[in-house]
């Protein structure tokens, strides 16, 4: 197995144990749920902080509710499928909140490499720093039809009206 797919097996494997568990699931716990040695478990990531960073950003991850939003058939009546899109969207968010209220239980702070962890990148101070260095660049950057704006330097996250 890739080491990818092997890290995805052991997020996919410890998500519903953090939301049964919570911040108590031991690593123990997630090697026999995924199949593995707990050595493996390491291997594929550095710590157990890691791996619980990695969890959140899988959670949070959209794909799920899109898939399941359409598998919901259009034929049935207007309000039976917005009762199944409904359902679909807070059974994920409930999920993810659960995972999310275990991940900061047991991690005392979020992982320092913000490049790597989705949730980290579009955190509200990162975005009010990159707006203000957006907004200070802005006046020295092209504007024309063609030109094209490119992130300050050291930003993750760029406002929807500086790239326009």
Do not use: Y
Request: aromatic share 4%; hydrophobic share 40%.
């Amino acid at each position: 197995m890739e080491p990818d797919e092997r890290r995805a097996a052991i997020v996919d494997a410890t998500l519903p144990l953090l939301v049964e568990h919570g911040a108590a699931v031991t690593t123990g716990q997630i090697a026999t749920a995924a199949g593995v040695a707990e050595g493996t478990v390491f291997r594929a990531f550095v710590d157990k902080h890691e791996l619980l960073w990695a969890c959140l950003d899988a959670a949070v991850d959209p794909a799920q509710p899109v898939a399941a939003l359409a598998e919901i058939p259009r034929n049935l009546p207007l309000s039976e499928r917005l009762h199944r899109a409904c359902g679909a969207v807070a059974e994920h968010w409930d999920r993810a909140m659960q995972v999310g209220h275990a991940v900061c239980t047991a991690c005392a702070r979020p992982p320092a490499d913000a490049a790597t962890h989705a949730v980290r990148k579009d955190s509200p101070r990162e975005r009010a720093r990159c707006t203000r260095r957006w907004r200070t660049s802005s006046p020295r950057m092209p504007t024309g039809s063609g030109s094209a704006r490119t992130a300050p330097r050291g930003c993750s996250w760029s406002p929807s009206w500086a790239t326009r």
